[in-house]
């Protein structure tokens, strides 16, 4: 049971607060302090991390934080992660409640990653299961990990202009093998727009992480 | 007029007529006109592409990587086809495969080379050079490239890790000093090198001979050289994307540093080249700047400022700065509006370019920007309409415009479409 707002201490606040602010220097101490040395529950510590990413994904949404910002965000907490998670598993704590299960590749033919890597993460720290299948990723591919990991939503990525028609082979194949019904697919990438997303086929498309984040919400009814 | 008037001129082993050197003299005049602010007679068309031609020419992208005779063909031929003001040096995008797989570059991965022989090249994005090396960098560059970057960007210069300390050698320690350059592994990597040099000679001589051939054609390059703004140079083949967003926080004081001293060799580098290739536009295309990617703070404090200074350096070389402003940079162009007026020619891949217009047009010409979703999966008659749009908000208001596609033409457009492009231009502005 996650511990209420009201009662956090103040320097639980300022760890939030440190996190939120980028201010790395002295959010990392702070956080391996609580773990390490006062032996804070880490799913506690965990809990903060998130309730600073909240405020880091509205900061995104509101223009004040760009991408530099989510890729800090997300080495911070990868930080922080590679800490608590071993006493997490030490201590027997079982994987959290996640809203639902995203699967997300770059399609076949490209390569690149940056994008949907900070997708990755936004889902993630939004409460999300992820499963990144990687780039160049073939159609049968998708469709044997589709049906392994049974996602809610399907993101696929590409940045190429040679990614619409990728895109637009994958989601017919969904089709085709009679798989489409079971999720939604999403697409995003430097130069997706809704004439792609009309000639791909696909549900919706996103210009940045938050978009998706806010569409998977949607789809999943998850509360914002 | 005397006989020898109508004679033609040879550029290398390419007869140019005197009606090739009008049709080219007014297609480069268009070009510079709009670069001055002045109008020209018609609203220019440029054509730039990396694999396209390939597509039309019915050969593949791997041929237009490795195939000399081949990729002169089918760039020569669109050129003739489509009849552009200014055209980008073709094959200077595509036609290196030989010249890469002997120098065994490692930054790309290229069809024949990683990727199939239908597929475009791309770029992978790694840390080239570790946040810790900054200082290295900053002390000597060349020393830094020499011993730690280049064998970590291409094979062939694996051995240049072994080269001695230059700085310090002296009397006779100079002669002690040069005992690596007797290493097998030294002597390997100057034999490749040298190698890959006379293929690059070999790819130069046709690109060069390309060039003359389109000139005596009629057609001029919209651009000799190109070059790169500094903080993408350090993001994309240094740091990597990510690495480089993590130093805007932990390297700040370093970063700029490093920025600084790479708009001076960038632009000396830049000039070299321009004046080399006897044109004064340069291509500048720009990765880092969209309003996206990062605040309009961190631009103004790590983007803009040695961008602009590499910028102004060039112009008072009297060369023209061509930046390809990549993604939507909307909220940019009051920032970007800092430059002497005519002195440059703003590409604009996604930004409004009526917006730009508004903000820009008396600043510099401007260059663009058919969305490669209308190139690849429109209908000639959308591409017209498209056309007919930009024509009346900017050409017809004034807007030095040169009609392009938002980042040249992809490689997968109809050609179709493309004629539309031309066909639509020439009906509605000349």
């Known amino acids: 049971m996650a511990k209420p707002t009201e009662e956090w201490t103040d320097e639980e606040r300022q760890l939030v607060e440190w996190l939120a602010d980028m201010n790395e220097d002295d959010a990392l101490p702070l956080a391996h302090r609580f773990l390490l040395e006062d032996k804070v529950d880490p799913m506690h510590v965990l809990d903060l991390c998130r309730a600073a990413m909240d405020i880091v994904g509205k900061r995104f949404e509101e223009g004040e934080y760009f991408l530099p910002e989510l890729v800090l965000a997300g080495e911070m907490l990868d930080t922080i992660g590679a800490v608590a998670k071993p006493l997490i598993k030490a201590a027997g704590g079982g994987a959290a409640q996640t809203h639902g299960r995203v699967l997300i590749g770059t399609v076949h033919g490209d390569l690149h990653d940056i994008g949907k890597n900070i997708v990755t993460f936004m889902l993630d720290i939004n409460g999300f299961e992820v499963k990144d299948i990687g780039v160049d990723v073939p159609v049968s591919k998708f469709i044997e990990e589709i049906q392994a990991f049974q996602p809610t939503v399907v993101g696929l990525s590409g940045f190429l202009t040679l990614a619409f028609d990728s895109m637009k082979e994958t989601i017919a194949a969904f089709d085709a093998a009679g798989i489409r019904p079971g999720f939604k697919v999403m697409i995003g990438g430097g130069q997706i727009d809704e004439t792609v997303r009309a000639y791909t086929g696909a549900d919706a498309f996103g210009v940045n992480a938050v978009e998706a984040v806010g569409l998977c919400r949607d789809w999943m009814g998850v509360a914002a | 007029m005397s006989e020898s008037t109508y004679a033609p001129t040879m550029l290398g082993a390419h007869a140019q007529t005197p009606e090739a050197k009008a049709a080219y003299d007014a297609r480069y005049e268009r070009i510079l006109a709009c670069a001055r602010l002045e109008q020209p007679d018609r609203m220019p068309v440029a054509m730039q592409s990396f694999f396209w031609p390939a597509t039309h020419g019915g050969i593949t992208y791997q041929e237009l990587m490795y195939d000399y005779h081949k990729a002169k063909k089918v760039c020569f031929d669109v050129v003739a086809e489509f009849e552009p003001d200014g055209v980008y040096p073709l094959l200077m995008g595509t036609n290196m495969g030989r010249a890469l797989e002997k120098l065994e570059f490692k930054q790309l991965q290229w069809p024949g080379h990683g ?24 002390f000597d560059p060349t020393g830094f490239y020499l011993h730690t970057y280049l064998p970590r960007v291409a094979g062939a210069f694996e051995g240049f890790d072994k080269l001695p300390d230059f700085p310090g050698l002296h009397y006779f320690r100079l002669v002690n000093g040069i005992r ?35 000139n005596a054609a009629g057609f001029p390059l919209i651009n000799g050289g190109n070059s790169i703004a500094p903080y993408d140079f350090i993001a994309d083949y240094f740091r990597g994307a990510t690495g480089m967003m993590k130093d805007l926080f932990r390297h700040k004081e370093k970063l700029k540093q490093v920025l600084d001293k790479a708009a001076v060799f960038i632009a000396r580098m830049t000039i070299t080249n321009a004046r080399a290739a006897n044109h004064p536009i340069v291509f500048i295309p720009i990765h880092w700047a969209p309003d996206a990617f990062m605040s309009p703070k961190q631009f103004e404090e790590f983007w803009w400022p040695s961008f602009r200074r590499l910028m102004m350096t060039l112009i008072e070389a009297d060369l023209i700065p061509m930046p390809l402003w990549e993604a939507d940079c909307t909220k940019r162009l009051e920032v970007i509006k800092d430059i002497p007026p005519g002195k440059c020619i703003y590409w604009f891949e996604r930004t409004d370019m009526v917006k730009a217009f508004e903000v820009l047009g008396d600043r510099v010409a401007l260059r663009g920007n058919l969305s490669p979703s209308l190139m690849t999966t429109g209908q000639p008659h959308e591409v017209d309409a498209a056309v007919k749009r930009l024509v009346d908000e900017v050409w017809r208001k004034g807007g030095k415009l040169i009609l392009d596609g938002a980042f040249g033409i992809p490689d997968e457009t109809p050609a179709p479409n493309v004629r539309a492009m031309f066909d639509a231009a020439r009906k509605y502005a000349g």
Not at chain 2, 182 to 204: D, G, H, M, Q
Request: charged share 25%.
């Open chain 2, 115 to 138: 990727v199939g022989p239908m597929q475009p090249f791309q770029y992978l994005d790694r840390e080239y050079m570790k946040a810790e090396e900054y200082d290295d960098f900053l």
């Open chain 2, 180 to 214: 690596p350059f007797a290493l097998p592994e030294v002597r390997a990597s100057f034999e490749k090198i040298v190698a890959a040099a006379e293929e690059t000679n070999v790819f130069f001589a046709n690109h060069l001979d390309w060039v003359n051939q389109i």
